[in-house]
């Protein structure tokens, strides 16, 4: 089992920044896929950025070229810098965790909130 815990969520002006930070715990040898996903109201879930555990990026075409995916493995943390934020960014955001045998952890959410 893996424990997922986000933290970095607030309220920005629309330009502003922000970065989430999701710290792992438990079995974190087993993650093979770390991402972060992201729920606004009365939308489905959508994939935002993920990292395989070799570093391997990928991105969601809203967020590309603002948003950076990275990890910290001596602190069994991913990160998510929120650059150049805007209106249709506001949701909540979830971090991911998919080990070898594709199970999925998640956190419990953390809310982004921007301000036009």
């Known amino acids: 089992q893996v424990q997922l815990v986000e933290s970095g969520g607030g309220l920005v002006q629309a330009g502003g920044s922000l970065r989430l930070s999701c710290a792992a715990s438990g079995s974190i040898f087993s993650i093979a896929f770390s991402a972060w996903y992201r729920q606004a109201p009365g939308k489905q879930r959508e994939l935002v950025a993920g990292?395989?555990?070799?570093?391997?990026?990928n991105y969601a075409d809203s967020v590309k070229g603002r948003f950076t995916i990275s990890r910290n493995n001596a602190k069994n943390t991913v990160y998510l810098q929120m650059n150049n934020l805007n209106a249709e960014d506001t949701a909540v955001y979830y971090c991911?965790?998919?080990?070898?045998?594709?199970?999925?952890?998640w956190g419990q959410g953390t809310q982004v909130t921007v301000s036009s």
């Open positions: 991911n965790a998919r080990n070898t045998r594709s199970y999925d952890s």
């Open positions: 990292i395989t555990s070799g570093g391997r990026t």
